[in-house]
């Protein structure tokens, strides 16, 4: 196996850099898991295209708006994500003040971030850096008025938009269309805030699309896993498996367990909503035996082709950049020669791809 494999040519205007302009109006392709047969509908035609009572998993995390940029004591720029709290601290001064550490990516720091000081990014809010942990990662403190800096983060913070549709929207200059993407990067059932990138399957539901779900005869659980920025790191070895994921945070609830457990004992099939959601549901199965289980934790379970599926019988997914892990995961499940012959079609009939991009559904059999 060799990461090449997975590569695939795909033109610049094919990188989607704005969302539908209604949520379910994106494209969808329809493909059998088994054969590779595939059709083209609209995201509204989903329920229609599922087996019948499917139990569609999605993942409810809530994108933070985690970037926030200040400047140094020299004057020069520099620019946190903010990936992960590690401590939180609430000291009684006045109104109160927080104080907590965070990891983080930083872009120009410099040689020896830890002198710079506290760097001021804006509503009252410092951040020092504490250490550096190579790779542009930091560890960094951060204080200011109020509860905590995930509150701050509502008024100083960005929403940290993948780096490609950044591109995209930097070659088009002023012709980019303009996009609330406080709004559209999350999904309309985003709820527990934690992920520095959204699980973009779900960013093409709707809550009406819900409900006709639901009224279908489908059934609607969710469980969460917080993104981290790993979801972008580039496979740079020329052989996959000497790659590494990034541990990230997930929790399954009770309601949600006994949804997958009922749905399996009862043969209906189970949809991952999201590589994401394919990811929290495998990982529970093979560290319990075969069951999705409550609780919380971290997984860095990365698939590849030759990978068993425990729990996922279906799949609905965005289009994924080449050579990604988001699309080994695609290609274990449906395997690589139907994937890439779909998404060959699918650029050929001009749909959109990567996060704000059109979508798959990928079914067990004939939908």
Known sequence: MDTDDFDFPLPPERVATAPAERREEARLLVMDRRGGQ??????????????????????????????????????????????????????????????????????????????????????????????????????????????????????????????????????LGAEAPAVDDRARYQTVYARAAGAVAAPTAGLHFSPALLERLRAAGHEVAFVTLHVGPGT??????????????????????????AAIAGARAEGRPVVAVGTTGVRTLEASARDNDGAVVAGAGETDLYILPGARFEVVTDLVTNFHLPRSTLLMLVAAFAGRENVLAAYGDAIERGYRFYSYGDAMLITGGAA
């Open 232 to 257: 972008f790191r580039p496979v740079e070895t020329a052989d996959p498996r000497a790659h590494r994921l990034e541990p990230e945070r997930h929790e399954i609830s009770p309601a949600a367990a």
């Open 38 to 171: 595939r059709k083209h509908l609209r995201f509204s035609d989903i329920a229609g295209c599922l087996r019948p009572r499917s139990l569609l998993v999605l993942n409810d995390t809530r994108v933070i708006p985690a970037r926030i940029t200040g400047r140094k004591p020299t004057g020069g720029a520099v620019e946190f994500l903010l990936t992960r709290c590690i401590s939180s601290a609430l000291v009684e001064k006045g109104q109160g003040q927080f104080d907590e550490l965070w990891e983080a990516l930083a872009r120009n720091l410099g040689p020896a971030p830890a002198r710079h000081g506290a760097i001021d990014v804006g509503g009252g809010v410092a951040v020092t850096v504490v250490e550096p942990r190579g790779t542009g990662r930091v560890l960094v403190r951060a204080t200011g008025p109020g509860t905590s800096l995930m509150a701050a983060l509502e008024q100083i913070g960005e929403i940290p938009l993948p780096p490609y549709i950044e591109a995209a929207r930097r070659r």
